[in-house]
């Protein structure tokens, strides 16, 4: 059983807890020890800085995504990440062929503010985002109307959050640096990019 997050502009649902199919995994340490973890860099107003994260790309075969002005071709799915990626599939009704990986090491670790817009992944993409680990909050802030307040969502461990219709579109969303000490977290993001070779 899902719950329906009641926000404006957006179509997002969360599974949480015993209603999480993820609900007493022990994924956590499979991933954290079996993904290729590495950095990245970005550049930003003409200097490159290395993400605040670590990262992996994984997909079907000639998969091709872009973001930060960087290009990820996807290396190929563990048994572990399809048998997830299946359970992405069930909960969203919607299909996926990539997901990207997302290790932050720490309270220090963060995402800025983004949306998952790329021209590949067509209009109104359905994402589909797994925790596991520390949680860490996931906060949403509205591309056009200033008069909404931003949304925070605690994201715990074995907890799945599905963006669907128009929420990419008008909604901006990040995880933010901590002062309190936190452990490690993994946040899987499933998608479904439209045209590859």
């Known amino acids: 059983m899902s719950i329906l997050l009641t926000i404006p502009d957006a179509e997002i649902l969360l599974f949480?807890?015993?209603?999480?199919p993820l609900f007493g995994s022990t994924?956590?340490?499979?991933?954290?020890q079996g993904i290729s973890w590495h950095t990245e860099s970005i550049t930003l107003y003409g200097k490159s800085y290395l993400q605040p994260r670590l990262i992996e790309f994984y997909g079907e075969q000639g998969i091709e995504y872009k973001y930060s002005?960087?290009?990820y071709t996807a290396v190929?799915?563990?048994?572990?990440?399809?048998?997830?990626?299946?359970?992405a599939s069930e909960v969203a009704q919607a299909p996926f062929n990539c997901m990207?990986?997302?290790l932050y090491r720490n309270e220090r670790d963060s995402m800025g503010?983004?949306?998952?817009?790329?021209?590949e992944l067509g209009d109104n993409p359905t994402i589909v985002s797994m925790s596991f680990g520390a949680t860490r909050t996931f906060v949403l802030k509205h591309r056009h109307r200033r008069e909404i307040q931003n949304v925070r969502i605690p994201l715990?461990?074995?907890s799945i959050l599905v963006m669907k219709g128009a929420t990419q579109a008008n909604w901006l969303h990040g995880i933010g640096k901590k002062k309190r000490t936190l452990g490690p977290r993994i946040n899987l993001t499933f998608r479904h990019v439209k045209h590859y070779q």
Do not use: C, M, Q, V
Not at 16 to 20: C, D, L, N, P, R
Not at 27 to 32: G, K, P, T
Not at 76 to 87: A, N, S, V, Y
């Open 16 to 20: 949480e807890g015993i209603h999480s």
């Open 27 to 32: 994924y956590f340490e499979e991933l954290h």
């Open 69 to 71: 002005k960087k290009i």
């Open 76 to 87: 190929p799915w563990t048994d572990l990440l399809l048998r997830l990626r299946d359970i």
């Open 100 to 102: 990207l990986a997302n």
């Open 113 to 119: 503010f983004h949306a998952d817009d790329e021209p």
């Open 156 to 158: 715990t461990s074995e």
